[in-house]
């Protein structure tokens, strides 16, 4: 009989580890494909409108912005970094706001330009490098991240509550806020689930780690079902102490966002007669589940906000596509720049732990 002490061959492994490595990325490869082909479907959507746009009209728009009007975008989207990094201070209140806002500046950038995981390996190396428990720092990013999904799929239904009393209701804005809200009440159903769930995820990780074991001798499942339970129960300590400011913060930045919208569109020439403001904070409302696409929905989202505000085709259209050029500029641009100046500042102060991000981000 084989002796049970025996250690492991690595070369008797090394075809189940093999067969699981490359499973795992031929799922990455169609993750990365399925993400190329809604970025073209994105792409040739916006280009229905952007073919008839008189473009030199639209350079004209942007050009012509001025100190104060700059001054003033930059002023909200500062407030929107802030309102965006705020659950994650509310949830891992040793980082405080400063250093969440750097957090989540530096993950955007990753993010954009790296594969995943790498953003969320930089997020807990830069949490672990300030001091903070890993633990606490993933459940921290983790429920951050959770409650937004909660907000960008509730947002339709804010903004149907808006054109209800604005008397601007339409059919499809129903629709959208039905689904969509359906969506945000699923995800918070686990949210309470997860806050009560300690013994359930325990088993679960357990079963899972049972079963990996097959693959590698390493895994124990009763560790990993103990890191489980203290990871839900310190996650669950983290959401009852902290849901109401986080998702306060959450939805205000859905709001800053349209603030955004309006006074890009404002800028740039569109007058009330053609977008009241209701109208501009209802197109994003109700499109605001776009931004779930790749590049937060760059060209879907633009499109569906001009066809709600009825401007497609219009005399408008092209002061329409100059105010989503300022809006995009600042929604994604503005950030990215910010972001490349605190990864570059974190990894000065702390270059071991960005080499082994580096590392990790190469081997994802």
């Excluded at 349209?258 to 209802?282: D, E, K, W, Y």
Aim: proline share 6%.
């Amino acid at each position: 009989m084989p002796d049970e002490s025996e250690e492991p061959d690595p070369a008797r492994e090394g075809g189940p580890r093999e067969t699981t490595t490359g499973g795992i990325r031929r799922v990455g490869l169609l993750a990365g494909a399925l993400k190329m082909a809604l970025v073209l479907v994105a792409l040739w959507w916006f280009s229905r409108v952007v073919r008839r746009v008189d473009w030199p009209a639209v350079w004209d728009a942007v050009t012509q912005l001025g100190v104060l009007e700059v001054v003033c975008l930059l002023a909200v989207v500062a407030v929107r970094q802030c309102l965006n990094a705020g659950p994650l201070a509310v949830f891992v209140p040793s980082l405080g706001l400063r250093r969440a806002v750097s957090n989540d500046l530096s993950a955007n950038l990753v993010a954009t330009v790296a594969p995943p995981p790498g953003d969320v390996v930089l997020r807990i190396a830069m949490v672990r490098s300030w001091g903070t428990p890993p633990t606490e720092g993933i459940a921290g990013i983790s429920l951050n991240t959770v409650t937004y999904y909660v907000a960008r799929f509730g947002a339709p239904v804010l903004g149907l509550g808006l054109a209800v009393v604005a008397g601007q209701v339409e059919p499809t804005y129903a629709w959208t806020a039905l689904t969509s809200g359906a969506v945000s009440l699923v995800v918070v159903a686990a949210l309470v689930i997860a806050s009560r769930g300690e013994r359930p995820a325990a088993r679960a990780t357990e079963w899972t780690a049972v079963r990996l074991r097959r693959f590698s001798a390493r895994v124990d499942p009763v560790e990993w079902a103990s890191r489980a339970a203290r990871f839900v129960r310190q996650a669950a300590h983290v959401l009852r102490r902290g849901w109401a400011p986080a998702m306060a913060c959450q939805f205000a930045l859905v709001l800053s966002e349209a603030l955004l919208l309006l006074l890009s569109l404002r800028f740039a020439g569109m007058p009330a007669s053609a977008a009241s403001a209701v109208t501009i904070v209802i197109a994003l409302l109700v499109s605001y589940p776009l931004t779930a696409l790749p590049f937060g929905g760059v060209g879907v989202l633009d499109a569906a906000v001009i066809a709600i505000l009825g401007l497609e085709q219009g005399p408008y259209e092209a002061t329409a596509v100059a105010g989503l050029v300022v809006f995009r500029v600042c929604w994604m641009l503005v950030p990215l720049v910010l972001g490349a100046g605190t990864v570059t500042w974190w990894r000065r102060q702390h270059a071991a732990e960005a080499a082994e991000v580096r590392s990790a981000t190469r081997a994802g």
